[in-house]
């Protein structure tokens, strides 16, 4: 009664998650013949539990040709003709037998979910039965020979020997399960290239790995196997925009919506990558279409939140964040992007607050900790943004940006000089073509009074990094502490002409012009 519960519920819940194949993928006679075959194949892993495998395939040639379903077949009957005969002396065999065949049935195929033809846990209820049936023979024989010394101690000795047999397969399976890619490398060593899924899910363990290459070589294969499958298109895309390959990722996420117009995540990727690129509108569009897909799709607000806030749209990009955070109140990353939208219009207790919840959520999140610092260094709070930096190194020493803003700090506050250079330094060699970290270490330089070296590397910030108006406002410094103010006017004009409300530029360059310099 309980089995017969279990299927309904199993039934509807797996079909209302579109995990029931319908007949014509998966035809009724196939469905019986794999119900026969696992009868026998679950019995066989009982007594002999070797083989065993994450996720088995479908045999290729499901037929009673097949020596492997005639023999199931031959098996089923033969074990039911002797419950059957023995019915009036032992109904423990056919009362066993029945267990066993209940118990089973909601999970033998007949109704398929999923794509595996069978699952070892699809046993621990059934196997009650055969191992009752075990261990009454073994009370039975242990009777039997009750005047035999030596045979009782075999009863003893053989289940013994079995137990330890069944504790060494058990400690070689647990070397199996210790992480994902070990489980799938052991479904690849038993059916190489029968499973897309153990290459798909390989990918997968190598890209939080951070083995792109290796990932995206399973994804390659993945999709030769089974090239409908939409997810193994997204999660390639995904990979591709990680590498920063992405005219390939959007190929991926075209090719996934082509397969599945629904697919609200291959929107959200396909928008995230586009806004990579610069095309801010047709981002903005897909994080649309993924939300008019799934209103509860909280990366969809998230990704849009942070293409607003890129655009300058700090109140739209706000909404997109609290929309986040409603579907999802421990969502890290949003409380930090919204708490940095915040920061950027100038709500700093308010962007004080939303670190300090991401914080809270997650200790270890290092964004939060630096841009909390930043909040702390704008309002004056030297000593806590200081505070904060250093426990993004303590967590990650190799964190480019908290070396560079603590520098930064000492720089400009003139806290330690020495100390800011060398910190500067540190996550320059971290980040050589940074041209952000180039112009810190100019500023660095100037402050501590060695301008040449302070020229060198503010020319180099813009020419990898392009005429920003930090550069410019550094380099005319430099050039009229060295006394070079025809190059320090220049760089001034060039700062008015990326901003020309500048205030210090204006200023500057009328003292200038006042001095006679021209």
């Known amino acids: 009664g309980l089995s017969l519960v279990s299927s309904i519920i199993t039934i509807v819940a797996q079909r209302a998650g579109g995990a029931v194949a319908p007949l014509k993928y998966w035809p009724l006679g196939a469905r019986i013949l794999e119900s026969i075959r696992g009868l026998s194949f679950y019995l066989v892993k009982m007594v002999w539990p070797t083989g065993l495998a994450p996720l088995y395939p479908h045999p290729l040639q499901v037929s009673l040709l097949n020596p492997t379903y005639l023999g199931a077949l031959l098996l089923v009957i033969g074990i039911t003709v002797f419950c059957i005969r023995t019915w009036p002396r032992r109904k423990i065999?056919?009362?066993?037998?029945?267990?066993?065949?209940?118990?089973?049935?909601?999970?033998?195929?007949?109704?398929?979910?999923?794509?595996?033809?069978?699952?070892?846990?699809?046993?621990?209820?059934?196997?009650?039965?055969?191992?009752l049936l075990a261990g009454l023979g073994t009370v039975w024989i242990w009777i039997k020979i009750k005047r035999l010394r030596m045979g009782r101690l075999f009863v003893v000795l053989i289940p013994i020997l079995f137990i330890v047999l069944l504790t060494n397969l058990t400690l070689k399976q647990i070397k199996?399960?210790?992480?994902?890619?070990?489980?799938?490398?052991?479904?690849?060593?038993?059916?190489?290239?029968?499973?897309p899924l153990a290459y798909y899910n390989r990918g997968n363990a190598y890209g939080k790995l951070g083995n792109y290459q290796r990932a995206i070589k399973d994804y390659d294969r993945a999709i030769e196997l089974d090239i409908q499958d939409e997810q193994t298109y997204v999660n390639r895309g995904a990979t591709y925009k990680k590498l920063g390959n992405y005219q390939l990722?959007?190929?991926?996420?075209?090719?996934a919506i082509e397969l599945d117009i629904q697919d609200e995540q291959a929107y959200v990727n396909r928008g995230a990558t586009y806004k990579k690129l610069g095309n801010y509108q047709l981002a903005i569009e897909d994080f649309d279409k993924a939300i008019e897909l799934d209103p509860r799709c909280k990366r969809a607000y998230y990704n849009r939140g942070n293409a607003y806030g890129t655009l300058g749209n700090y109140r739209q990009a706000i909404e997109d964040y609290n929309r986040a955070i409603e579907l999802d109140l421990e969502y890290v990353k949003a409380y930090v992007n919204r708490g940095i939208t915040y920061k950027k219009s100038g709500n700093y207790e308010q962007a004080d607050e939303d670190f300090n919840k991401a914080i809270a959520l997650d200790p270890q999140y290092v964004k939060a900790y630096i841009n909390l610092g930043i909040v702390y260094a704008a309002?004056?709070?030297?000593?806590?943004?200081?505070?904060?930096?250093?426990?993004a190194?303590?967590?990650?020493?190799?964190?480019?940006?908290?070396?560079?803003?603590?520098?930064?700090?000492?720089?400009?506050?003139e806290i330690?000089?020495?100390?800011?250079?060398?910190?500067?330094?540190?996550?320059?060699?971290?980040?050589?073509?940074?041209?952000?970290?180039?112009?810190?270490?100019?500023?660095a330089y100037y402050k501590n009074g060695m301008f040449d070296e302070a020229l060198e590397e503010l020319k180099k910030a813009i020419k990898i990094g392009g005429d920003r108006i930090e550069f410019h406002e550094h380099l005319a410094k430099v050039y009229e502490r060295k006394g070079k103010y025809a190059e320090a006017i220049k760089a001034w004009k060039k700062v008015l002409e990326i901003d020309p409300r500048h205030r210090e530029a204006q200023k500057s360059l009328a003292r200038l012009n006042a001095q006679g310099h021209h």
Not at 380 to 386: F, N
Request: glycine fraction near 6%; charge should be neutral; charged fraction near 20%.
């Open 379 to 391: 309002k004056g709070q030297h000593k806590e943004a200081i505070s904060e930096y250093k426990q």
């Open 93 to 131: 065999w056919s009362a066993v037998w029945a267990y066993y065949v209940i118990t089973l049935l909601p999970v033998l195929g007949l109704i398929q979910v999923g794509n595996q033809a069978a699952a070892d846990r699809y046993t621990y209820l059934p196997s009650l039965g055969p191992f």
């Open 176 to 195: 199996v399960w210790k992480n994902s890619i070990t489980l799938w490398n052991r479904e690849l060593k038993l059916f190489p290239d029968r499973v």
């Open 249 to 255: 990722a959007i190929e991926d996420f075209d090719k």
């Open 393 to 413: 190194l303590k967590i990650d020493p190799d964190s480019i940006q908290a070396y560079n803003n603590l520098g930064y700090l000492y720089i400009d506050t």
């Open 416 to 443: 330690n000089l020495k100390e800011g250079l060398n910190l500067i330094k540190k996550a320059l060699s971290l980040a050589p073509e940074n041209p952000s970290i180039m112009d810190s270490l100019g500023w």
